[in-house]
């Protein structure tokens, strides 16, 4: 019922900063929950955060805490996700994902749709 599409991956600097944009066709993106993912190669797909259909509720994975800022402009049917403090550890393909339920959900089983993804890369 709606397409997601990934964007604003790349190459960057640890300690340094990406913000990544995940666009919706389709349904409106208030109609759903959304969540950011992430998989490392030889890695499952893990949580990285998450936001009510309002935006007034967030969730974040331990270890991104404090670092990474997940928000949501509904008028303009996107979802972003601002990265800060970059680490190593942190990259990865970066997936979108969005489901119709009432909280967050914080499994990748959890979603029914999903993006391609966009690779970010962090760099010594």
């Known amino acids: 019922q709606v397409q997601l599409a990934e964007s604003g991956g790349g190459l960057v600097q640890a300690g340094g900063s990406l913000r990544l944009s995940c666009a919706a066709s389709?349904?409106?993106?208030?109609?759903?929950?959304m969540g950011w993912f992430r998989q490392a190669p030889g890695k499952e797909r893990e949580f990285v955060a998450g936001i009510s259909r309002s935006g007034g509720s967030t969730a974040y994975a331990d270890a991104v805490k404090g670092r990474f800022t997940i928000s949501r402009d509904n008028a303009k049917n996107t979802v972003y996700l601002q990265m800060s403090s970059l680490k190593f550890e942190d990259a990865a393909v970066y997936y979108c994902?969005?489901?119709?339920?009432?909280?967050?959900?914080?499994?990748?089983?959890?979603?029914?749709?999903w993006g391609q993804g966009t690779q970010v890369t962090v760099s010594s």
């Open positions: 389709g349904r409106t993106v208030s109609s759903y929950v």
């Open positions: 994902a969005a489901d119709r339920t009432v909280t967050v959900r914080l499994t990748p089983g959890s979603y029914d749709y």
